[in-house]
């Protein structure tokens, strides 16, 4: 399992005010899996990737990520795990603006202290796995939303985490756009990497093989499909 949330609850304290945003949730990823988690507005699922994400640690119970119990990890410990073991994929794609696409996905190498040539080396090979080859030198404002997401995709794999969290990466998207990433996704989980994606849209979760739907910060329903729908 490179996933494992075990009895998860999460208590927000304002002041006086407790809100309870997940509830006893256990969760199980392997190694390779595509997952969807859905649900309405406010059911936890943000709170859900903040863990998974090492941003945020729970109230109680355990998460171990990729065999390690990072449920009570510190701030620095858990940004170590975090910068070693995450890819992240946002709405709003999250790229600097006035760097260009191979600056941008040089980035987490920097924090990550690789060297300069092997860190061009490895942000090239990222786009080009990306489909983005030619658009390298180009700045964010010279690409389309959707090859800004390819940057931002190419970006989380470079140090090759162990998951890739994406909150709702094509929200910011047309549904042309949009099914391309869920191709490009569908493509990179077939190469082996384990994706877990926050969406509200039914048509973008049934890229997944597994729905996970979250309802007042309870686990609701866990859905494996044999075989993924293909795109059209
Ligand atoms: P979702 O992502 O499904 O919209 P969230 O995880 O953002 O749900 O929120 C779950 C619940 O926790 C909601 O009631 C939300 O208002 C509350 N919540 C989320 N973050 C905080 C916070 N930092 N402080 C207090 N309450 C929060
Ligand atoms: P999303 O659109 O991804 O569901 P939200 O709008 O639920 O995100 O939350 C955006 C941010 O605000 C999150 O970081 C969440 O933790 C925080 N947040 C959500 N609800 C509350 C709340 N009631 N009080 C404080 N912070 C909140």
């Not at 809100?19 to 595509?34: H, I, T």
């Not at 990072?70 to 070693?84: G, P, Q």
């Amino acid at each position: 399992m490179i996933i494992e949330v075990k009895d998860v609850n999460k208590v927000y304290k304002n002041g006086k005010i407790e809100v309870r945003a997940l509830n006893k949730v256990n969760l199980s990823v392997e190694r390779g899996e595509f997952v969807s988690i859905m649900g309405p507005s406010g059911s936890g699922k943000s709170t859900l990737m903040n863990i998974l994400g090492c941003l945020d640690r729970a109230t109680s119970g355990k998460y171990i990520l990729d065999g390690m119990d990072v449920s009570n990890l510190n701030d620095v410990e858990l940004a170590r795990i975090r910068n070693l073991k995450i890819g992240f994929v946002f709405q709003s794609f999250n790229l600097l603006p006035r760097m260009t696409a191979l600056r941008n996905v040089e980035l987490p190498m920097i924090y990550a202290k690789v060297n300069a040539k092997e860190r061009k080396r490895r942000a090239e090979m990222a786009l080009e796995r990306v489909g983005l080859k030619d658009r390298m030198n180009h700045k964010p404002n010279e690409m389309s939303g959707g090859q800004k997401q390819r940057v931002a995709i190419a970006r989380a794999l470079v140090n090759d985490p162990a998951i890739i969290l994406a909150d709702e990466p094509t929200g910011n998207l047309d549904s042309y756009s949009g099914e391309e990433i869920m191709d490009l996704f569908q493509e990179l989980n077939r190469e082996g990497v384990t994706i877990i994606l926050v969406t509200h849209e039914p048509d973008i979760a049934q890229h997944t093989k597994r729905i996970v739907t979250f309802r007042d910060g309870h686990l609701k329903s866990d859905v494996t499909v044999q075989k993924p729908l293909d795109a059209k």
